[in-house]
């Protein structure tokens, strides 16, 4: 560890100091779906509930405070005198005065009048917690929520802080990053549908699979693993002239899929998943066709910790256009 999660910056010429929150040192890995980064991204089905932006973690030992400390103290300088006093506009002088600026911000960070000699009585008993930033939510203007003072925790001990980190804000903290493939429903007629035509829809099974996500906090124990898994499939046909299937427009895992490919000699048949239009597009439009895919989330982590998250979802549109014939004859 060795660095505060807490930067002292100045601006204005000293006349101000900022402070800026770093960003957590969870590690990240994904156990099963695509590694490559190019996934999509859920959004949770309960629209009150999001991911942590930010929470508090343990990050330093009394040791590590008192180093980090000790770059704050101003130089020891000698005085340059003139006519009995400092010579003016000296440039040392007034990095040294920023120098204690900072350092009078860092003390009152760390608490220094209330852990004693940085607790170092209590070394390795302990840590100091701050708050960090989300890994995956660096620019969530809620990262910076997390700005409490530093405090003291004792090993094995939970802090009195909105957020502590726990198995289940590791579970959280990966669900926007979960490896969610695109919603590629297939089709069948694939392309331009026909008024009253029943059109076949399906998942292909290489992308209709569960994804993981492990996360753990090193030199803590803690860790979590969060899980998606595909649920229901929603077709929206962007018409009220038209009927799904099933009755809802919500087709759910049925032998560890959704929907069935179409195959020669199932015109006459209802598909498990799919929709007819019952009126044709006028001429040069559209409808705009959405599925969206569910998925079941949850976690398990430390000491057998575990539970469901909010249900998300991804959907994606297609342009279609309807076409009206006299007859059709499909096998």
């Known amino acids: 560890m060795g660095e505060s999660n807490f930067e002292a910056k100045g601006s204005g010429g000293g006349d101000k100091q900022t ?9 990240k890995v994904v156990v099963e779906g695509d590694k490559g980064g190019g996934a999509e991204a859920l959004t949770p089905r309960d629209s009150n509930w999001e991911a942590p932006a ?9 040791k590590e405070v008192k180093a980090l400390m000790k770059k704050y103290e101003p130089e020891k300088r ?5 006519s ?3 010579i003016p ?12 600026q900072s350092e009078s911000i860092m003390k009152g960070y760390f608490q ?27 620019d969530d203007p809620k990262s910076d929520d997390c700005t409490q003072q530093a405090i003291w925790v004792d090993k094995g001990d939970t802090p009195d802080v909105p957020n502590p980190v726990s198995p289940k804000v590791l579970a959280e903290s990966v669900y926007d990053s979960l490896p969610i493939p695109d919603t590629d429903v297939s089709l069948n007629p694939e392309g331009r549908q026909t008024v009253n035509l029943k059109t076949w829809a399906w998942l292909d099974k290489a992308k209709f699979k569960p994804v993981k996500v492990g996360v753990s906090l090193p030199g803590t124990g803690l860790w979590a693993e969060t899980t998606a898994e595909p649920y229901a499939l929603t077709l929206e046909p962007g018409t009220d002239q038209a009927e799904t299937f099933p009755a809802g427009a919500k087709c759910v895992v049925e032998d560890g899929r959704i929907g069935a490919p179409y195959t020669k000699g199932k015109a006459k048949q209802t598909p498990p998943c799919g929709l007819t239009y019952l009126k044709a597009t006028p001429g040069g439009q559209s409808y705009e066709l959405k599925a969206t895919l569910i998925w079941k989330v949850s976690w398990k982590g430390t000491g057998g910790a575990g539970a469901e998250l909010p249900q998300g979802e ?10 009206e014939v006299q007859s059709i004859v499909r096998d």
């Open 19 to 27: 402070t800026e929150a770093k960003v957590s040192r969870v590690k």
């Open 54 to 62: 930010c929470w508090y973690e343990p990050t330093m030992s009394p």
């Open 78 to 82: 000698e005085k340059k005198k003139e």
């Open 84 to 86: 009995g006093g400092l």
């Open 89 to 100: 506009g000296d440039s040392g002088d007034l990095v040294n005065a920023l120098q204690r």
């Open 112 to 138: 220094t009048d209330k852990y004693k000699n940085y607790n170092m009585a209590k070394q390795g008993k302990g840590m100091f917690w701050e708050g960090v930033r989300n890994p995956e939510k660096v």
């Open 314 to 323: 991804y959907g994606e549109g297609r342009s279609v256009r309807v076409r």
